[in-house]
């Protein structure tokens, strides 16, 4: 059983930053594929990044060259910085884990992922 609580959200102006954190509980976490989703007043969850428990980054196109995902896993703590925000980015940001040691996932797919945190806000003003 794994636990994701997510931290650092905000209310950040556009053009500006933020890094959000994703602390999980248990000792899987660096056999763990990570992502981040985010979800909009009226819209469906949508990805954002990815992080393979082997290292590889992913990214949708919407935030490529913004934003940088990456993991701790001494600390079992996956980030999220996120620079030159967009108003557009305003959303609740949630953190998921993929299952431990699975290769075969499609990281950017909602169904990849079996635990999830409970979100935290990012609000981009102008």
């Known amino acids: 059983q794994v636990q994701l609580v997510e931290s650092g959200g905000g209310l950040v102006q556009a053009g500006g930053s933020l890094r959000v954190s994703c602390a999980a509980s248990?000792?899987?976490?660096?056999?763990?594929?990570m992502g981040w989703f985010r979800q909009a007043p009226g819209k469906e969850r949508e990805f954002v990044t990815a992080?393979?428990?082997?290292?590889?980054?992913y990214y949708a196109d919407s935030v490529k060259g913004r934003f940088t995902i990456s993991r701790d896993n001494s600390k079992n703590t996956v980030y999220l910085q996120m620079n030159s925000l967009k108003p557009e980015d305003t959303a609740v940001y949630y953190c998921?884990?993929?299952?431990?040691?699975?290769?075969?996932?499609?990281?950017?797919?909602?169904?990849?992922?079996?635990?999830w945190g409970q979100g935290t806000q990012v609000t981009v003003s102008s």
């Open positions: 998921a884990a993929g299952r431990p040691q699975y290769y075969g996932s499609n990281l950017y797919s909602t169904e990849t992922y079996v635990y």
């Open positions: 248990g000792r899987t976490f660096s056999s763990r594929a």
């Open positions: 992080i393979s428990w082997s290292g590889s980054t």
